[in-house]
């Protein structure tokens, strides 16, 4: 029996940057949080110690940095392109990279060009691999907190001695929406395609009557290929943040859909993916994502 190495990469994880543009009296910020990993020729290290083909990871946060001062950050989609080519261009034994980039948001207070509120827990996110010549680009959101109050049922699944949950006709849905998806090639208004399939998600998600959150996430899914064609496959996770209906009885209270406790945990947790049928099949741009 033999032993051998199988897929590996390396780099600088979770790399905050916070980049400030001064222009006159109106600044502006970004704030990311940026990973790097490089694939190659990198057997040596592995196996005898040999460093010589290892880029470290503190050049890769140092190459971050200067690239953020080089040249304006603009698009997060951009920027990863900038940094995942650079790494398979400039080291001879790095044939790939995967760049990720989460943009954590900020608000400028009224009437004021230099002071800001921090923005919601939801992130807009980017995840490019570079293949030698190829790239993709994998954008998404993430944390984007969703809840509708009526429009949602669930009823029809199958009981055995061990099911308690009641059946339901009007039930409150909630979720925390992780969307990913992937683009067909690089020639896209990376910041106007973002915010139309950010509206599109949302869209969805408030129109369709819900049978179950599985409907809902083909329908959001849906929503974005049916608009954007830009867009070869849309990846969704989205746990079930569970509303449970008070029982008010014991107090001499009716309790009609008002009151509810909200868990945080256990939750359903409903993934999946939606993808034109004539998608290429491209698993090493996946391979920028964590699996579901």
Known sequence: MGI???P??????ENRLVVVSRDGDVHTIKDLTVGTSLRGDLADTHLTGDNSKVLATDTQKNTVHAFAKQAPVGEIE??????GRHFVSSQEAI????VLVDEHSWQRIEDNGHSFVGGSAEK???AVTVDGPR????SGVRDLVVLKTTGSEFHGFPRDEYTTLPETEDRVLATSVTARWRYRDEDVDWAASHAAIRRLLLGAFAAKHSLSLQQTLYAMGEAVLLDRPEVAEVRLSMPNK??????????GLENHNEVFHAADRPYGLIEG??????AEDVGLAWYSLPEF
């Open 78 to 83: 951009d920027f990863a392109l900038r940094l």
């Open 242 to 251: 569970h509303h449970f209906a008070v029982d008010l009885s014991p107090f």
């Open 135 to 138: 790239a993709w680009v994998v």
């Open 273 to 278: 993916s939606v993808l034109r049928d004539d």
């Open 4 to 6: 051998v190495l199988g």
């Open 95 to 98: 044939t790939g990279a995967r």
């Open 124 to 126: 807009r996110t980017t």
């Open 8 to 13: 590996n990469q390396y780099g600088k994880a």
